[in-house]
Each structure stands twice: as C-alpha cells, then as structure tokens.
C-alpha cells in the first residue's frame, strides 16, 4: 500500500484522473443550483415567510423536496431561535453527530454546543431510571436549559424526557429542533411536541419533520439556518 500524501511535495506529484464522467464540479455552481432546485421543486408557500431558507436548509440536507410536506415550524421559531443564539445561548444536542454537524463559523457569538452523552454519570442514570443514554443525557442539561436552542436529531425518548422535564417544571429553552428519526418512537415524540402547546399549555417555539424522517443532517441544518441569514 502506497502511504498517504503528508507533505506539499507528495501532494504536488499527484493528478487528476480523466474526465470520465459530465458534471458540475464548482462547489458554488453545485451549492446555487441545489437550492434553485429546491425553490422549484417544494411548496414553500407551506412554511411561515421568514421560515423559508430554513426550510431550503433542511430540504437539502434531506435530499428530499417533499420533506415540506412534513415541517411543522412554530411562528415565533426564527425570532426566538435568533435571538438566543445572537445572545451567545448555548445549543445542546442529542448526539455528537448533531453537534459536529453545527458550523462553527456560522454561530454568531461563538456559541457553546454541548452534547452530554459521554459524561460519566449517564450510564448510571439510564441503568437506575431503565432508559436510554440519549434521554438520561437530557437531564444533565438543566443547568443551562434556560433560553438555549435544543437540537435533537437522533433520539426520540431524548425528545420524549425533554418534553417531562419541561411539564415537571425544567427551566424552558428558547427553541427547540424537534427532528429525531427512526421507526420506533419517532414520528409519535414529535407529534407530543407540536401538540405540547394544546396539550401542557407550554408554549415553547419549534420546528419538527412529521413521521419517521429526520436524523443528525437535518437537525445541524436547522441550527445552521437559525444561526445566520445568509444562505
């Protein structure tokens, strides 16, 4: 096995293979053109005015235009998440595929993001309460729950506990990213949270994906988008 280019001389020495193949091949030209796509391919007008480059955002990640079917997005999600995140609020994710997934350089007050999964103390607590690591990890974020921006993207019991801390009296965050994925638990944890409301009277703003999509990719979208204007 040849080793790996490490220095400016090996990586000098190497060339492209022959075209073999048509396509585009600017980042910018491939960037433009998938969000033209998306613009012409998904019904936007389903989606609140100033929700539209999120929901762009998510479309994207998805590589589905039929995903805006499925949004829901809470009327105040942008003002709110916004100004959180202006604010230098921390954002607290699920999994650590959600939290890598969150561009730094979009953050507009280098803002914290927090995944707690691998603090010592979730194992123990899953074991004693007979849940998940992912909803036991929730727990630990009550300290800095107030006014933060949620991203769960992986886990539905995570939605699911954040949800019993918020009716048990937790400390309110001022967004929450509602968008966990899978064939169990999914699609219900994220009808509890846009009927939360309704239901407990807790008017905490939000967007989720209806049904068992979702995952990492669309949840770090999401933030991204709330995190800055600019596409």
Not at 50 to 69: F, N
Not at 153 to 169: K, Q, V
Not at 178 to 192: N, Q, R, T
Request: hydrophobic content about 50%; proline content about 6%; aromatic content about 4%.
């Amino acid at each position: 096995m040849n080793p790996a280019p490490t220095d400016r001389t090996a990586v000098a020495d190497l060339t492209a293979p022959p075209r073999a193949y048509d396509y585009l091949t600017s980042g910018a030209g491939i960037y433009d053109r998938s969000f033209a796509t998306i613009r012409a391919e998904s019904d936007l007008s389903r989606v609140p005015a100033d929700a539209e480059k999120l929901a762009v955002r998510m479309i994207h990640a998805s590589g589905q235009t039929d995903l805006v079917d499925d949004l829901v997005i809470h009327a105040r999600l942008l003002a709110d998440g916004r100004a959180a995140l202006n604010a230098g609020r921390p954002i607290l994710a699920d999994t650590q595929m959600v939290a890598r997934g969150v561009t730094a350089g979009r953050l507009p007050a280098a803002n914290d993001v927090h995944c707690l999964l691998g603090d010592p103390r979730v194992a123990d607590l899953a074991a004693d309460w007979g849940t998940t690591r992912t909803a036991a990890a929730v727990s630990l974020w009550e300290p800095m729950l107030d006014g933060a921006v949620v991203a769960i993207g992986n886990a539905p019991t995570a939605l699911f506990h954040l949800l019993e801390m918020l009716i048990a009296g937790a400390p309110r965050p001022a967004a929450i990213i509602g968008c966990p994925v899978g064939f169990i638990g999914a699609a219900e944890s994220k009808e509890a949270l846009a009927a939360f409301a309704d239901e407990h009277g807790i008017d905490v703003p939000f967007v989720t994906v209806r049904g068992r999509r979702g995952g990492s990719a669309v949840t770090s979208a999401a933030i991204n988008a709330l995190a800055q204007e600019a596409e």
